[in-house]
């Protein structure tokens, strides 16, 4: 009786045993891997599609989490029974080794084995709570804030007013990229400019700085990885996860109450188009910028599909920036023969972490790989915004570059100096619109969002659409208005009015 009872108990205790190892392992492989991860972002990819996800970082997770936590646990169990065993535990006990002892030591034991067990898995899920950031989650998630129902400003067409002549829109997000990139004061792994192109289009065309130097946006949470930071640039609000959502891409809605540039865009008479080096479909990028605007998708599955890339390449997240490039001139040029404006969106992938993706076109300058595919990023940009600016329609055409988020990459900005205020790269090149004040702006990647649509030439009643502000106007953003960590505190808490507005979630 007490043995099956011991059996029972054994068998659940390698279960838990199984699941608190992989936590701990989880906890391990994101600290080495991730610089920074949130509990939005990991219940984001809990919940949106990750088909398309890099083979590396994919391979990287099964070993280090799972094959090794299933490797840990073998071992843990095959010492758990072999100092349990009759015959072999006496011997190994270098204690009294008489029966009598030897069958008291497993009886106890077996006795607590399942609630050692239990204790390891509440270390593990302490260890990997803090990991991701879950416990600040749940306190923010606990508490309710109107702040965004008070300061969201819906993107209705009657604030908008279009100049008769539109101009095209070529907007290039960079994969991870910073203005820190370009500044060895940040420390450590930054020991040069590794993006001197990136900076000298920064200072020749026009760059919105939190300093007085090279700058640009503060990171707010719901707005730290790709797909989240398209949306923040594009529809001018976070990504805030909810326990009860669905519409992330899982259901072929993402945030269906948003409206975007590509919505207005659309009513604009705009043909709209995306096209990235990796798949279309990972965490419901498709499903955004088809529903928020109805953008012709350009990915790896479209362009194999069209053999115009050989169906069985695979290089990276899909195909190597360098490709990517060229058919931005293949599209662009298409576009242009067309009657009508184009609202061009593209996002490289080479930069993104760990290490980046290492092309033919990479040089070896520096130490540190990372380093050296940051500058071969810079070259490429810079080489192709030159290529834009000797076409012919580069006379009615505006073009923004800006980094998506800040880099994960966790081993080359590790020792980076905390007092250091690191920002996301943007430059905005032949806007219709000139700022009153460029430098010295405190704002975040949502602010971007009405911004593009004023470097077009477009006035907003107001100067403020979703959470941001035109950073050509003289109006304060809601950063200065009421100050980064205040912003970041109400941004995070539950909100009633997003749920319903924006996710569309119904009480």
Aim: proline content about 3%.
């Amino acid at each position: 009786m007490n043995r099956s009872l011991y059996s029972r108990k054994e068998k659940s205790a390698g279960l838990l045993l199984l699941l608190a190892n992989i936590l701990f392992m989880l906890a391990l492989w994101l600290e080495q891997n991730y610089d920074q991860i949130s509990f939005d972002q990991f219940l984001f990819q809990l919940k949106s599609t990750s088909t398309g996800v890099n083979s590396d970082l994919l391979q990287s997770a099964i070993v280090h989490v799972g094959l090794l936590s299933l490797g840990l646990t073998a071992l843990e169990v095959w010492i758990y029974c072999l100092f349990t065993n009759e015959q072999t535990g006496r011997s190994l006990l270098l204690v009294d080794s008489s029966a009598g002892a030897h069958l008291a030591f497993v009886s106890r034991t077996r006795k607590y084995v399942l609630a050692f067990a239990c204790a390891l898995l509440t270390i593990s899920l302490l260890v990997c709570g803090l990991q991701i950031r879950l416990f600040s989650f749940v306190k923010a998630d606990s508490m309710h804030s109107d702040f965004i129902e008070n300061y969201y400003v819906k993107p209705d067409s009657s604030l908008l007013h279009f100049p008769e002549q539109k101009r095209n829109l070529i907007y290039i997000f960079l994969e991870s990229m910073e203005s820190t990139f370009a500044e060895p004061e940040a420390g450590e792994m930054i020991t040069a400019c590794y993006i001197p192109e990136l900076e000298q289009l920064a200072s020749h065309n026009l760059n919105f700085s939190h300093n007085a130097g090279l700058g640009g946006a503060l990171s707010y949470p719901g707005t730290t990885w790709t797909a989240a930071a398209m949306v923040a640039q594009t529809a001018g609000v976070p990504v805030k996860m909810s326990l009860e959502a669905d519409t992330y891409g899982a259901e072929d809605s993402f945030l269906p109450g948003a409206v975007s540039i590509g919505q207005i865009l659309r009513e604009q008479g705009y043909n709209q188009e995306l096209l990235l080096g990796s798949n279309a479909e990972f965490h419901g990028r498709e499903v955004y910028f088809t529903e928020h605007g109805n953008y012709k998708i350009l990915d790896t599955d479209a362009l194999k599909e069209a053999d115009r890339l050989p169906q069985d390449y695979e290089a990276w997240w899909g195909f190597e920036d360098e490709k990517l490039f060229d058919f931005a001139k293949e599209e662009l040029t298409r576009l242009a023969e067309e009657d009508a404006p184009f609202n061009f969106t593209m996002l490289t992938a080479d930069t993104h972490f760990p290490d980046g993706c290492q092309c033919r076109l990479c040089r070896d300058e520096f130490e540190a790989p990372y380093a050296n595919v940051l500058a071969c990023s810079s070259r490429q940009v810079a080489d192709f915004v030159s290529w834009i600016q000797e076409q012919p329609f580069y006379e009615n055409t505006t073009v923004v570059i800006s980094g998506d988020h800040l880099t994960m990459d966790a081993g080359f900005m590790e020792e980076i100096d905390p007092d250091y205020t690191r920002s996301v790269y943007n430059c905005f090149i032949h806007s219709a619109a000139t700022p009153s004040k460029e430098k010295n702006r405190l704002f975040g990647t949502f602010d971007l969002f009405p911004t593009t649509l004023a470097a077009l030439g477009a006035e907003i009643d107001g100067d403020r659409l979703g959470l941001g502000t035109n950073l050509f106007s003289d109006r304060k953003t809601l950063t200065e208005q009421f100050g980064y960590e205040y912003l970041t505190e109400e941004l995070q808490k539950q909100s009633a009015f997003y749920n319903a507005e924006l996710l569309r979630i119904e009480e």
